[in-house]
DNA sequence: AGGAAATCGAACCGAGCGGTTCGAAATATT
DNA sequence: AATATTTCGAACCGCTCGGTTCGATTTCCT
C-alpha cells in the first residue's frame, strides 16, 4: 500500500479526492453562499446556518474549510474585491485621447461602484468595519486605492506628454475619482437612492466631471489639441 | 381634590413630575447611554443590556420611553443629526469674498464629517442602513441633502452676481462638496484612517478643491475682481 | 469490490439576545 | 404623613446564535 499522505508532505502533486478543507469547488460552493447571505443581510445579522442552507453545505464542512465567521467574511470580500475592480484598468493602458480615456474610465467606475451588488457589499464592509477595522482598512488598501494608484500613473503620463499641469497629482487623482460620482456614493451607501443610477446620469455626471477637472488642469497644449482635433 | 390627569388631555400644563416615559431628562440619559453604546459596538451588536448598564436606567424604563430597540436607535440618529449640522451654514449666510467662503464653509464641512464621532455615527447608520434602508434614508435626506440644498441657495446667488457661471447648479454643489472631501469620506468610513485627517491636510485639500472648482465654474468678472482686490 | 476519507446532518452546548413581568423601592404631590 | 405613580432590578421567556460533536453516508482511489 502506497502512502500518498507522505507524499503530499514534501509535493502536493495527487490528483485525487481533495484532502480535507481542500477542494476549491465546495471553497467556491460555500462561498457563493456566503456571498448571498452575508450581503443580504451584513455581517452581524447573517447566521451560519443560512449560509448553510443556501450552500447546500452541512455545517461541519464549512467549519473545516473556514476557521470562523469572521475568516469566511474575510475570504468572501477578498473575492468580491477582486472581481469588482477586474478589467476596470484597462481603458487607461492605452493612452490616446485624454478627454475621451477619462471620460471612459470614469464612466466605468461611476457604474460600478454604484451598482446595487457593489454597494451592498461595500455597506456590509463599511458596517463591519466598525467592528472590525482592519478588514475595511483592507478592503480600501486593495480595492479603491489601487484604483487611485493607478489612477495617479496616468496623470502623472498625461503630465509628462504636457497635457495636464497639476502640482499635487495624488490629491487631483482623488478629485477625479470625486468629480465622477459626484454625490453618487454617498446617496447610495446611505440607501437614499435605493436603485443604482442610469447610465445616462452617470455620463452627464462624468462627461461634467472631466470638464472641470480639465478646465483646472488641461494645459494651453492640450485645449489647443483638442480645438485642432474638433475642427479636423 | 383637584383631578390633574382629566386636565392634563387638554392642556399638559403640569409642573410637577412627569408622566410615565414622558420625563425629558430621563429620556436624555437614556440617549446618551444609548448614543455610547450604538456608535461604538454598532447597530446589531450593541444590545438593550449594555444600554441599560451605560445609561444607568433599568430596562423596564427604556422600554416605557421607547418602543424596541430599532425605535431608540432612531431617536438617536435623529438627535445625532440635529448636533452634526448645526451651525455649519452660517457661514454662507453672509456673502463676501467668494474665495474665502468656499474655502471656509469647506474646511467647516470637511472636518465636520470626517470626525471621529461623525464617521463612526456614519458608519453605524450604513450598517443598520442594509437592513433598515428607510433610515438611512432619512438621515441622508435630512442631513447631507440639507447640506446640499444649502449649498445650491448659495451658488445661485454667486450665479445671480455674475460671478460663477454654472449650467446644472445641482451637480456643481454636488461636484463642490466632493472636492472638498477628496477622497477623505471614503478613507474615513472603510476606517482605512483610523485617525481624523488634520486641519492642515484639509486646509491643502479645501484650498485646491475650491480651486478647481473656480476655475471651471468661476467667470471673467470674479476673476477680474479678485485680481483687483488683490493688487489693492 | 473493498476500504479510507471527506462530507453530511442533526442534535447539542452555553451564551446572549430582545423583550416582559412584577413586587420592592424611590420620589413627588397632597 | 399618606398617597399615587414612576422607576428599579432581577428573574424569566422563547429564541437564535456561533461553534462542536459524532455516527451515518457518500465519494473516490486502489
Known amino acids: 500500500m502506497v502512502d500518498t499522505t507522505a507524499d503530499s508532505d514534501l509535493l502536493d502533486l495527487r490528483k485525487g479526492r481533495p484532502a480535507a478543507g481542500q477542494d ?12 448571498r447571505v452575508f450581503i443580504d ?13 443556501e450552500a447546500g453545505v452541512s455545517k461541519g464542512t464549512i467549519y473545516v474549510y473556514f476557521e470562523n465567521k469572521e475568516e469566511l467574511f474575510e ?15 484597462e481603458v487607461l493602458d492605452h493612452f490616446e485621447d485624454l478627454r475621451k480615456t477619462l471620460v471612459k474610465f470614469g464612466t466605468g467606475l461611476s457604474i460600478k461602484i454604484t451598482s446595487a451588488k457593489v454597494i451592498q457589499a461595500q455597506r456590509t464592509v463599511v458596517g463591519a468595519a466598525d467592528r472590525i477595522p482592519e478588514l475595511g482598512a483592507r478592503f480600501y ?9 493607478r489612477v495617479m500613473v496616468f496623470l502623472d503620463e498625461a503630465v509628462a506628454r504636457g497635457l495636464l499641469k ?3 497629482v495624488d490629491l ?16 447610495c451607501i446611505f440607501s437614499y437612492r435605493t436603485k443604482a443610477p442610469t447610465q445616462a446620469e452617470i455620463e452627464k455626471i462624468v462627461t461634467s466631471g472631466v470638464d472641470v477637472f480639465l478646465k483646472a488642469y488641461g494645459t494651453e497644449k ?4 483638442e480645438r485642432a482635433s474638433a475642427s479636423a
Chains 1, 2 share one sequence.
Open 41 to 53: 443581510k451584513g455581517f452581524e445579522a447573517a447566521s451560519m446556518n443560512d449560509i448553510t442552507r
Open 75 to 89: 475570504a468572501l470580500i477578498e473575492e468580491e474585491r477582486g472581481t469588482i475592480f477586474k478589467n476596470m484598468y
Open 166 to 168: 497639476i502640482d499635487d
Open 222 to 225: 492640450f485645449f489647443a489639441e
Open 172 to 187: 487631483a487623482a482623488y478629485q477625479f475619482t470625486e468629480l465622477c460620482l459626484a454625490g453618487l456614493f454617498r446617496q
Open 24 to 35: 476549491p469547488v465546495k471553497r467556491a460552493q460555500i462561498i457563493e453562499g456566503a456571498r
Open 141 to 149: 488598501e486593495r480595492g479603491p486605492k489601487r484604483g487611485h494608484d
